[in-house]
Structures are given as C-alpha cells and as structure tokens.
C-alpha cells in the first residue's frame, strides 16, 4: 500500500514540478548544493535569477573555492543572509582542500561546512538517491496533516514518525524524487491557510482532511519575538554621485557588507547628532531622509538617513571607497538601494 501512494506521489510530482533551473535529469551535486543554501529563508521567486548568475560566474565547486570571499558575497547581493554565502565558500574551499569532490552521502554531507541535517539529507537524496527523509517546513506540514500528528514534528517524537511515514512512500521509488515531491506539494497544494486538497496525492489517506481539521495540523510553535531597532545612516554623496561605503566588521548580521556608516540610534531622536559623530570629519549641511524600513530575520529597523554632500571628501582609511550606487561592484545589501532611494535628488 505505502509503494502504491509513493507512486501516486511520484507521479504527481513529474506532473506538477515547478520548471526551476537546478532540476533536470542529471541532478549536478554542485547545482544542488547551492540551491539548497538560497533555499534556506529565501522564497523560490528570489532565488531562481541569484542561481543562475551564481552558477554562471562561478560554474563548478573549484572556481567557488578559487574566488575571494567578498566576491562570492556580492554575487549573494539580494538574497540577504550573507553568512550563508561565506560558508559556502567554506564549504568549496575545504572540498577542493579534500580532493574536489562532494562526499556522496548524508553522514559524509554533515562533515562539511554549513551543512547540517536538513541540507545534507536534500543533497544525498537529490544527487546521489540515498534514502534518506528531507524534514523542511512544507514537507512536516503535509506528514502532520496526513498523519493527524498530535505532537510538534520538530519534537523528537515527530520527526521520528514522519521520518518512517516517508521512508515507507520511498519503497520502490526514487528517495529524491519522494522527498522533493512532498516539498513541492507543501509549497504549492498543502498550503498553511486553506489547501487545495483537490487533486492532492495524499488526499484519500489525510487523516486531517477526514476530519476537517486541515487548519489544526501542525500545532501552531510560538514564533520568535520581534526586536524593534532605530538606526541611523551617515550618506555621503559627491558630486558625481558617488557614495562613501566601509566594510561593516562587526556583528553577525551585515558583517562583510559594503554600507554607509551605520549607528544604533536608540532612543536619541537626534538623528544629525548621530549621524555627525559616524562622518570621520565635518562634512556639508546635513539633510535628513525620510526613515525607511528594514528586516533582517526577527529585527525590524528603522532607518534614518542623513545626507552629506561633498565637494571633495579624502576617504580617512582603506576600509572605506566610493561606489557607483547603480553598480557599487562590491558586496552590499538591499539596505543600501533603500537608503539610495530615501535620499535620492
């Protein structure tokens, strides 16, 4: 019975795919790998132009290796998430350091750079058919509603029965094909509010749908407090256009981007105040921006701009370069096209 709704799955699957870039017939390890760290927080519509200008200037795992930190960043520019693009490039480095090729399962996956449970599963599955269960978002979703899983499928006692659940509809068919299926139908059919159950592989056996309850399953987590944050942002701007940027150095978040000097305002409502104590020396009459607004995971930041304009301004260090805001060549943010925007003339 399970190898007959595993087909159904599967058939379901290669009926229904979305047509995305990094899925052909002859899964490249290397395609998979990177499509699977976009994936991660960043909606499909985003990623599939940053894929493929990714995979063009950097087409295999030597030349990702080979590159310099910042300009793997700034081809990330857009998808936010930055450490994801520096333990990328970790990852290249330390295969290329192995040998040069991508370990082929789940266990040797995990030795890796940036590679945890989640993504190693994806990658074994996907490339290599290991038969292992991909437990995302969209595919505990579907498990718990057609399981009518009473417990949180992140517990250890979920994952353990949708881990079975789809190791059964994997008998007989392609491991990756059974996992990216149940993905596909989460992000598309079995949808958090309202699914369209019609036409669902898993209809006749959703346990959530015999009893109406779709909107129960998976219990609802307790979601991450929001943190409230007022910024202030020193632009300068010359006379040609340019803008002032340095590398951010601290903090976990925009570390190793390119941005005008930022500061934690907190309650100091005197945006030109701190805006002036960020500019290395006096520079023109300041002009304030209107505020623009900023998410970085569960942060919400305001962000005020104050702007500088120059005549001649001799950068204090070399950290610190004047950019083309239309094409900064380095790596940024979509923080600095907001803040471009807020002040533009």
């Avoid at 200008?53 to 030597?62: G, K, L, T, W, Y």
């Avoid at 040609?240 to 100091?268: C, M, Q, T």
């Avoid at 120059?310 to 600095?336: E, K, M, N, Q, Y």
């Amino acid at each position: 019975m399970a190898r007959m709704k595993g087909r159904a799955l599967v058939d379901w699957f290669r009926n229904n795919a979305r047509a995305l870039p990094w899925r052909n017939d002859n899964r490249d390890p290397y395609h998979v790998v990177v499509s699977e760290f976009m994936l991660q927080q960043t909606q499909v519509d985003r990623v599939v132009p940053r894929f493929e200008a990714f995979v063009a200037r950097f087409p295999n795992i030597a030349s990702l290796a080979a590159a310099e930190e910042d300009e793997v960043v700034e081809e990330w520019s857009g998808l936010g998430y930055y450490r994801r693009a520096r333990m990328l490039h970790r990852l290249a480095e330390a295969v290329v350091d192995g040998g040069g090729d991508l370990p082929n399962t789940a266990a040797g996956l995990e030795e890796l750079p940036g590679i945890g449970p989640y993504t190693a599963a994806a990658v074994a599955s996907l490339a290599w058919g290991e038969a292992v269960p991909v437990l995302d978002g969209n595919t505990m979703r579907v498990g718990a509603r057609v399981l009518a899983l009473a417990h949180d499928p992140r517990s250890a006692e979920g994952r353990r029965r949708l881990e079975a659940w789809i190791l059964a509809l994997m008998e007989n068919q392609s491991p990756g094909e059974v996992n990216e299926a149940l993905m596909e139908l989460g992000a598309t059919v079995c949808a958090p509010v309202e699914p369209e159950c019609t036409g669902c592989p898993c209809s006749s056996d959703c346990a959530a749908k015999r009893l109406g309850r779709q909107q129960d399953f998976p219990p609802p987590r307790r979601r991450r407090a929001t943190v409230s944050l007022r910024w202030v942002a020193a632009c300068i701007v010359r006379a040609d256009g340019r803008w002032l940027v340095h590398r951010v150095e601290e903090g976990p978040i925009l570390r190793g981007l390119w941005l005008p000097p930022l500061a934690d305002a907190g309650e100091d409502r005197d945006s030109v105040e701190v805006a002036g104590r960020l500019v290395p020396h006096a520079v023109g009459l300041p002009v304030v921006g209107p505020a623009v607004r900023h998410h970085i995971t569960h942060r919400k930041i305001d962000v005020f701009p104050v702007r500088f304009d120059v005549d001649r301004f001799d950068p204090p260090s070399d950290a610190w370069i004047w950019v083309d805001p239309r094409d900064p060549g380095v790596p940024t943010s979509s923080l600095f096209e907001k803040l471009v925007a807020a002040v533009s003339r």
